[in-house]
């Protein structure tokens, strides 16, 4: 696993074969808190081994041991309580918790899950191994990707900064909000890995041929246009770029590119493709943005050039009214089916036995947590260098007393003070409970 190990081969093991599912009363309860953390580790170690580019054993365990329709199971299961049940928490009148950290590790577990997804979906054994539930994850990502493409055509990103009168509740909603963001761009790294699988010898999942439509609206998502500068989402931020910079392909860029290329010049995708004259008008706006400077930096998107260029003359078709028999995503529908009706009672079972927690308690997660990351292993998988927790720019200084986040000075690490205390000083009292 390289020279940085955060897991040794026989425990990454055991903690890929304790992977479960959970029903949705369960979540953040102490068996739940367990496989979290569990997942956490599984996530950074597959993202060391990527980097260092020693062998990929956490992929491998995954297949092996059939854990990848029950990571797409615990995506969508996390996804539908954070729409229909921590609503219902955040509108409880008798719930003002001093401290939100318990129901923020399930709010982040969603992020946790998909980012171990894209890593490990690079290889294409990962996507056969989904098996039945790749249709559900396709129906995962279209759902945060029309998420998305909704908030660009809004005109509106999520504000990192939140307002000092904020209640803990309402920060936490905000955190959520800006975390959703980066879950869907993910999720259109993970449906672009799908479609890399589209002419394998398995069946090909027809919903992924209908969001190619979808996807090439993803481009004023990438790169947007703010208080006259242009701006990219690279490392988890919003950056704003040098005029150098501007016609250079980002990576969320490729990743619609690659999944269109593989989506409308696979023969086994076009072949289920109805060309209706909607679906037709959608995939011709892709023209305007073949331009020399993208075709330099892609070379094989002067085939889909050329798809397009025929596709002008090509004639459509009405819509198909024959009888279809198909496979249909059924995750979300059995858990909702399965939990109708019961979702303020789950919030409110959850708030008397598992986010109302004693101070003893949040000390004993808390130097869990701090066990879990280590900060050798934090900076090994950063994607960059570290940055101010205040205001964004490159830092060189950590907090004195829980070394967890990061400044560029003092003045910032005052300020900042107020939103990191308390986290600041459960952390360093977790630590003398050892």
């Not at 029309?146 to 900064?161: F, I, K, M, N």
């Not at 070394?403 to 459960?426: F, I, M, S, T």
Request: hydrophobic share 40%; charged share 25%; glycine share 4%.
């Amino acid at each position: 696993m390289g020279d940085l190990e955060l897991l040794l081969p026989g425990e990454a093991d055991v903690l890929v074969r304790r992977l479960r599912s959970f029903q949705l009363r369960e979540m953040g309860s102490e068996g739940w808190n367990q496989q979290h953390e569990n997942l956490e580790k599984l996530n950074m170690q597959a993202i060391l081994d990527a980097t260092v580019s020693q062998g990929e054993p956490i992929q491998e365990l995954l297949v092996t041991h059939g854990k990848i329709p029950t990571l797409v199971e615990e995506l969508i299961a996390v996804e539908m309580w954070k729409q229909k049940v921590f609503p219902v928490l955040c509108r409880l009148e008798d719930f003002k918790p001093q401290n939100t950290f318990p129901i923020y590790m399930v709010v982040h577990h969603e992020a946790s899950i998909i980012n171990l997804l894209e890593t490990v979906f690079f290889h294409k054994e990962v996507c056969e191994s989904a098996e039945d539930t790749v249709l559900d994850l396709v129906d995962y990502c279209h759902r945060k990707l029309t998420l998305l493409v909704a908030r660009s055509g809004r005109g509106s990103l999520p504000e990192e900064e939140g307002s000092q009168d904020s209640t803990p509740m309402q920060e936490l909603q905000k955190q959520a909000e800006l975390m959703e963001f980066e879950i869907a761009l993910k999720a259109l790294s993970v449906l672009r890995y799908i479609t890399d699988c589209v002419d394998r010898q398995w069946s090909v999942p027809q919903p992924t041929l209908c969001h190619s439509k979808k996807m090439q609206c993803l481009h004023p998502v990438c790169c947007f246009l703010s208080l006259g500068k242009l701006q990219q989402f690279e490392g988890g931020r919003w950056q704003t770029m040098a005029p150098s910079e501007q016609q250079k392909l980002s990576k969320l860029d490729g990743q619609v590119w690659i999944a269109l290329y593989n989506l409308l010049l696979s023969r086994e995708a076009r072949a289920h493709y109805c060309l209706t004259s909607f679906a037709k008008g959608q995939l011709l706006k892709l023209r305007a943005f073949l331009t020399d400077t993208l075709l330099d930096q892609l070379p094989n998107l002067a085939d889909l050039q050329g798809f397009l260029a025929q596709l002008v003359l090509a004639e459509t078709q009405p819509p198909k009214k024959d009888l279809v028999l198909e496979q249909i995503p059924e995750i979300w529908e059995r858990l909702e089916h399965e939990n109708r009706g019961k979702w303020q009672a789950i919030a409110k079972h959850q708030l008397r036995h598992v986010f109302s927690p004693s101070e003893q308690d949040l000390r004993l997660q808390a130097r869990r947590w701090a066990e879990t990351y280590r900060l050798d292993v934090l900076e090994a998988v950063a994607p960059e260098r570290p940055r101010c927790a205040h205001c964004s720019a490159e830092a060189s200084k950590r907090c004195s007393r829980c070394q967890n986040e990061w400044y560029c000075c003092r003045d910032c690490q005052v300020k900042h003070w107020e939103k990191h205390g308390k986290a600041c000083v459960l952390a360093t009292q977790g630590d003398r409970v050892k």
